[in-house]
């Protein structure tokens, strides 16, 4: 069989993961990658639900693909991510044309479907080779049910997978190229509480620190209520540990907070930014904030820019709320903040948070730092720091997957540029 697959993907990194391994499953039934969905027999759209926005994207492109399924009536389009929940039969009345729907990570489902598409039993992983840095997931799923969050409902319960079986994957992929990896999970603090031995987070960093050949090793996302002291100390001690915490916050005040059911309150925040900084004082964070959740009013808005101001991010991921229906706070709490209320917070957030990253990009100017290099993007090489910051440079050798030094020239709030140092 010679027939091509196109992947689209909204969302978060875990989604990324996802459709890197969906990419490998159809490789192995003998799918190629093309690069748009008019030149594809197979077209997987892995979907995002979290903001309305995404949403909305999403239900603009299946609607698109409608008219090309008439045109194409070979095409089999596949629904995944976290729009498809449990009750797949409203889906399938909205969208008759789509040929499977499957949760996320029900391999099974989607291995089932393609055993009889291709006259297959089974679908083997993994074939092609992996890239320089490549996701692993550790942790499907979370158990914290804030209160404007879907991803339980989607995703379910958290389940960690045993270590034995990420060391496996990581080996494996690290022998196959890969030179970094980042762990991932809605929530990885909890990784190990359900696994008989109950290891931690530290734990697995420990064990992945030691295999030869891994240059380096990345985790998102953590949650300040379970972020302990053994795994703060962990990033601190074990030398392919990357010196990068993504900490979402959310918001900083603490009725918003104890509304968005986080479990912590500003100042226990602000306190274990300080315990991080004082065991890793390199490292670079990052966070994620919600604007105009229901009953957020200027002066609680006000709290939020305080903290961004005085923790000074390296990066900030900025949303303004949108009720997910089915979530505690869409049943319980009215969307009360005005659209245009919580778009100018979220712009006057976005400024200030320009101005922090510009002010902390500008101290690397003529710094040497070490790069990663990724790929090749409009004739730059592109790579990251340790500190995930992003870096161009131009060059005519190949550098692709290799550890390079850099001399920073130009900076700005979102990236590097510099000159590679022989
Ligand atoms: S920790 Fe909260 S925001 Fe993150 S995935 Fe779980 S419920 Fe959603």
């Not at 245009?340 to 730092?369: D, F, T, Y």
């Amino acid at each position: 069989m010679v027939a091509g697959y196109y992947i689209w993907t909204i969302g978060c990194q875990m989604n990324k993961a996802d459709s890197s391994y969906i990419a490998s499953l159809l490789e192995q039934a003998g799918y190629f990658p093309v690069t748009c969905a008019e030149a594809a027999d197979i077209m997987v759209l892995n979907s995002c639900v979290v903001r309305q926005n995404a949403e909305d994207k999403v239900v603009a492109k299946l609607s698109s693909l409608k008219g090309l399924k008439k045109i194409h009536p070979n095409l089999r389009i596949i629904l995944t991510g976290c729009m498809v929940d449990h009750e797949v039969e409203e889906l399938q009345k909205r969208f008759p044309y789509i040929d499977l729907f499957f949760r996320p990570q029900d391999w099974e489902t989607l291995q089932q479907w393609g055993g009889k598409q291709t006259g297959r039993v089974n679908i083997l992983p993994i074939s092609s080779p992996p890239p320089v840095s490549s996701f692993v997931t550790i942790i499907r799923g979370c158990d914290n049910f804030c209160s404007y969050c879907i991803v339980p409902y989607r995703r379910g319960r958290e389940q960690s997978c045993p270590m034995e079986d990420i060391l496996g994957k990581v080996e494996e992929l690290v022998q196959r190229g890969t030179q970094e990896v980042t762990l991932l999970g809605q929530n990885v603090d909890s990784y190990g509480h359900d696994l008989p031995a109950k290891p931690q987070m530290a734990d697995l960093l420990a064990e992945l620190n030691s295999i030869t050949g891994l240059r380096r090793i990345r985790f998102l996302t953590n949650h300040p209520k379970d972020m302990n002291h053994r795994l703060i100390e962990a990033v601190a001690q074990l030398d392919k540990v990357c010196e990068h915490i993504s900490l979402p916050v959310q918001a900083g005040n603490d009725e918003i907070l104890k509304r968005m059911r986080r479990g912590y309150t500003a100042e226990q925040y602000r306190s274990l930014v300080e315990q991080i900084h004082l065991a890793i004082p390199d490292v670079s964070l990052s966070t994620d904030v919600i604007v105009g959740f229901p009953g957020e009013d200027e002066r609680q808005f006000e709290r939020t820019a305080e903290l961004l101001n005085s923790l000074r991010f390296d990066t900030v991921h900025i949303a303004a709320y949108s009720p997910r229906p089915g979530t505690i706070a869409w049943r319980d709490l009215a969307d009360d903040v005005p659209p245009q209320e919580k778009e100018s917070r979220r712009l006057r957030l976005e400024a200030l948070q320009r101005n922090i990253a510009a002010e902390i990009n500008a101290q690397l100017w003529g710094k040497r730092m070490e790069v990663l290099v990724e790929g090749n993007k409009n004739g730059k090489w592109q790579g990251r720091t340790r500190t995930n910051k992003l870096v161009f440079f131009a060059d005519s050798a190949n550098h692709l997957g290799q550890l390079v030094k850099v001399n920073i020239t130009e900076t700005s709030p979102w990236s590097l540029q510099g000159v590679i140092i022989r």
